[in-house]
DNA sequence: CTGTTAGCGCATTCAA
DNA sequence: TTGAATGCGCTAACAG
């Protein structure tokens, strides 16, 4: 801050009123004259004034400040939910203090969320993706800091405030879909075994072709790390495992495209020989080749629901109620496009 | 902030010194004894003491935070950018207000950057791609401010601090290696003509094209919206214009991944009747049918430069010396792969 | 090495 | 409708 900020003082002076009068005006508060009003905006228009956040959120015990703490902004999901994030908070007039974490790194943690803490964050979002083993320790914290806290895209729990995609329904969409579609013997290429949606997903995908009564259903099941290459390697161990497989659900659009390069290379044409179906609808996927069915998510809507959500707890807190731990759901939909249409050819 | 927060009184109290010597401790001075300090941090640790960052912010009458304003996350370079900033930021201590925009709508802008004010942020990145004309508003509205900014991927001037990759060079190499290759008729699918980047890129191309003799260079060009569908479209009216292209330098990947589907949609092979050079190098990118050569950007790098050169204003600042407005640019490269490759046929 | 005094800029009592 | 006094939690400047 320059050194010669103008005060509420240097306001006051100049317009002939107590700091008070300043303050009312600057809160909007009705007892004040009309025409003391005016002149005191005057003043502070012309003197160029801006009040002092800290000077005022030391005063009045509040911070206005949400804290979010996110994840690596390359993947689509993240990237979508912050962006729904930001939007919702500057709507409703908090600010936004971001930390980016990529792994899970409890040192780290430990010090974002001292900083927070020092920060006086009247709440926080949680938006990383969901891997287990962490959340024990994190409750503890949280419960220390007695900061009220939403996690996106984590499993419900009795104790958490979640705000999640039906990861499981789009496994089920996915996978019923290409049933419907005529296919037999539908695999799967999951993401990482530990994250929460990737479990999810296939959680869906298993409950359809045990309905289905498929058997054997250990070889139609590859881990991927979400990116392409690990869908390249994976729909090539897909194939080695199981020579029936005409169908193949993918956790997510990017490994999606590597296995379509797999399929090329295997000689396997998509959708006639194999189908796929992929997960998120990113921008690229209407103009793979062939377009990619896919299941939409709306993250943007999720970032969004849960600072509505943390809004409503903070809230509530200012007047001494707590809100009951739930978890929000929100629906993912299908995309169809030609990489699981059967009917038609490999032409647009 | 919960009513009660325990305060360094608290602490002095508990063990029984100043607050002073409380504060001496907190901020790690050496005027305090072992002994006294090690009391000191017990009872900050049993109390779970936190300092508060306004009363000490107000006192120090500085803030350590940064203000980012960003574009939305969607697109690869800014989100990248992004990730860059937060993560330096982190590293030298400072803290990180992020507001998004997504259009360049002037009261938005002006609210936020009173929001920052009022915030006292000690420098501002601006990390909203350059699109003409509202410069000159911006740098008054900065100059009224008095915040020290920086922004990231815009045309040089001599007063303003700039961190921008080099898009020219990045234009240039895509031709330059289009023409090794052996094309001839170098064609370009331009991002929106009032993004700087796009100009950028288009004048790298033109230089190359105009130094190798080409006429009718304006057949030879169209505007894309980065888009994947204006890649496509881009590609038909192209070579429309001018039936003799047998290249396109494509200002980012996801257009020239639309401008693949046209290929096909046309019989054109790639790279065989037509050679094909992206921007950005996406992760997809290596997926693509066939493989995308591009530019390779470091937008991660990009960022963390914007964001030491801003601590190094703020640094002189303090000690009362002005920096010079300067730019410093970050060197773009080429990945070849088979989209380009005349030699290779399609396979991979 | 430690404590005292003062003040950062504002909002919240309470009086007038 | 306005003003005076007081305190938010911390650090800086000085003294001891």
Request: overall charge negative.
């Amino acid at each position: 801050m320059s050194e010669e900020m103008v005060t509420i003082l240097d306001v006051a002076q100049a317009a002939g009123v107590s700091t008070q009068t300043v303050s009312r005006v600057l809160n909007d508060r009705p007892d004040v004259s009309a025409e003391t009003r005016e002149r005191v905006q005057q003043i502070i228009e012309t003197l160029g004034y801006s009040p002092n956040v800290f000077a005022r959120n030391l005063s009045r015990g509040r911070s206005n400040i949400i804290g979010v703490i996110g994840y690596g902004l390359s993947y689509f999901g993240p990237s979508r939910v912050l962006t729904g994030i930001e939007a919702k908070l500057y709507e409703l007039g908090f600010s936004l203090t971001l930390n980016l974490i990529d792994l899970f790194d409890p040192l780290q943690v430990e010090s974002i969320l001292y900083d927070l803490l020092s920060r006086r964050v009247e709440g926080i979002i949680w938006a990383v993706p969901a891997i287990d083993q962490y959340f024990d320790w994190l409750a503890e914290k949280f419960s220390k800091m007695q900061t009220p806290v939403i996690y996106i895209n984590k499993g419900p729990t009795d104790s958490d405030f979640v705000s999640a995609m039906d990861n499981k329904l789009g496994g089920r969409l996915a996978t019923t879909h290409l049933m419907e579609q005529g296919y037999r013997r539908i695999g799967i290429i999951t993401g990482p075994s530990r994250w929460w949606e990737a479990q999810e997903r296939l959680a869906g995908w298993r409950e359809v072709v045990t309905e289905a009564g498929y058997s054997n259903i250990d070889n139609l099941i590859v881990e991927g790390d979400w990116n392409p290459p690990s869908g390249d390697a994976g729909l090539q161990s897909l194939v080695d495992q199981d020579p029936e497989i005409d169908a193949v659900f993918i956790s997510n659009d990017q490994m999606a495209l590597g296995a379509m390069q797999a399929s090329r290379h295997l000689g396997l044409r998509i959708p006639d020989d194999l189908g796929i179906v992929g997960f998120d609808d990113i921008p690229e996927a209407a103009y793979f080749y062939p377009p990619l069915t896919t299941i939409r998510q709306d993250p943007r809507a999720l970032g969004a629901m849960a600072v509505e959500w943390i809004n409503a707890i903070v809230k509530a807190r200012q007047t001494g109620v707590d809100l009951e731990p739930d978890i929000s759901w929100s629906q993912p939909r299908l995309v169809v496009r030609k990489s699981s249409l059967r009917e038609s050819g490999m032409g647009e």
